[in-house]
């Protein structure tokens, strides 16, 4: 019989028994924490799916009105869906559609909005080989029903055309609260036959507190333009981005140079008769800057208040400071600030930063900050002078220097 121990000794075999017992307590511990770990991730993931969906219909068209799609792999009724999944889905959306390729156009203001991907060239439409620009999901467009609805824009930009207007309406859709139109509508100079209506139907789904946008240069020389904005509300909000113009009107002239090279020179088109120095008003490319003019007509139907004029010269240089004084007009909180943009010197133009959902900078497209052709000296300076009275007019209108005459 072994003698015993001394007083208060345990067995020996009693230690090993306890760090057993507490490695297993830790294991179970562990799998626990895993265990909620894992849930919660999923349930995460959960609130972020798009849950009920519609597909598109065999027209191609959205879903969304009765009869105009089915639930994909579901039956025709909506599951009951936590609010805040519907957030963050059409957020989601929102920010997926910002980075969709623009839809060419006919205006001359095909692109103009693509991400840059260092060393690949992107093609005019920011949609090409090299363009990083997000491509549309495969399969149908998943849309969410009952989020937001389609109202008739409540901020309209309407000129001027070769001003930095797509700039503009890039920048603002930055905004969480700003939805815009990517195409240019042409609605109250070309298609005001179809109808608001028809009109309604192009703009985006917005929520409340959001502003619905959309942005046509042509407007602000179109003489029917102004009482039929003011006949669908007069409380319609008008934002002009105008240019020195007679940088403007070369610019005018390298676009439509860009698509028909054959064109006449640039000075045989300014001028009536070159030996008594007469310009040409009819032409487009002069008449668009006469913005004083073009003025007049929207002062008929809108107060000066209600209209906000854009420096194009000053959207470049100082970007963050036009988008703030855009932002107080509109009743928007100050988001879009300086730390959204970087000045990129091979373009000459400002660039924004890495957006919300992208890994990458947006700048304008090709087609925008084009080589202006060598135009003589004496023909710029006659353009000064047959325009400094005009912007003289102007300047007093609008209670603004631009310092084109300086």
Not at 364 to 391: C, D, M, S, W
Request: charged fraction near 25%.
């Amino acid at each position: 019989m072994a003698p015993p121990g001394p007083a208060g000794a345990h067995p020996t075999s009693i230690e090993p028994l306890s760090r057993s017992i507490f490695r297993k307590f830790l294991l179970m511990l562990c799998s626990l924490l895993t265990s909620l770990y894992f849930f919660y991730c999923l349930a995460e993931r959960c609130q972020t799916l798009s849950g009920p969906v519609v597909g598109l219909s065999v027209g191609g068209e959205e879903a969304g009105a009765p009869g105009r799609g089915v639930l994909a792999g579901g039956p025709r009724e909506l599951a009951v869906w936590p609010a805040v999944a519907h957030r963050k889905r059409l957020l989601q959306l929102q920010q997926w559609r910002r980075r969709r390729p623009p839809v060419p156009r006919d205006d001359g203001d095909e692109a103009a909005w693509v991400e840059e991907t260092p060393g690949l060239a992107a093609s005019p439409g920011g949609s090409g080989a090299g363009s990083s620009v997000a491509e549309a999901p495969p399969g149908t467009l998943a849309l969410l029903l009952d989020e937001g609805s389609k109202q008739l824009p409540q901020a309209i930009i309407i000129g001027v055309k070769k001003g930095g207007t797509r700039a503009l309406l890039e920048f603002l859709r930055v905004h969480p609260d700003v939805r815009a139109v990517g195409a240019e509508p042409h609605f109250f100079d070309r298609s005001y036959h179809k109808g608001l209506a028809w009109y309604r139907d192009l703009m985006p789904r917005t929520l409340d507190g959001q502003i619905t946008m959309e942005k046509t240069p042509s407007y602000f020389v179109t003489r029917e333009a102004p009482a039929r904005i003011s006949a669908m509300s007069k409380d319609t909000k008008l934002i002009v981005v105008v240019r020195d113009p007679v940088t403007r009107a070369i610019s005018d002239y390298t676009q439509t140079l860009s698509k028909r090279p054959d064109i006449p020179t640039f000075e045989s088109l300014t001028f009536k008769n070159r030996s008594t120095g007469l310009i040409d008003t009819s032409w487009s490319a002069i008449q668009i800057g006469i913005y004083a003019k073009h003025l007049e007509h929207w002062l008929r139907h809108f107060p000066i208040g209600q209209m906000l004029f854009v420096s194009g010269e000053r959207l470049i240089s100082d970007p963050a400071g036009e988008l703030g004084r855009v932002q107080d007009f509109l009743g928007l909180k100050r988001i879009i600030t300086d730390k959204h943009f970087y000045f990129n010197k091979t373009k000459g133009f400002p660039c924004l930063k890495k957006a919300e959902g992208s890994s990458k900078p947006h700048c304008l497209g090709k087609t925008k900050g084009r080589t202006h052709p060598e135009i003589a000296q004496e023909v710029v300076q006659r353009l000064r002078e047959f325009y400094r009275p005009f912007n003289l007019k102007f300047y007093q209108m609008t209670g603004h220097d631009f310092g084109w005459d300086g």
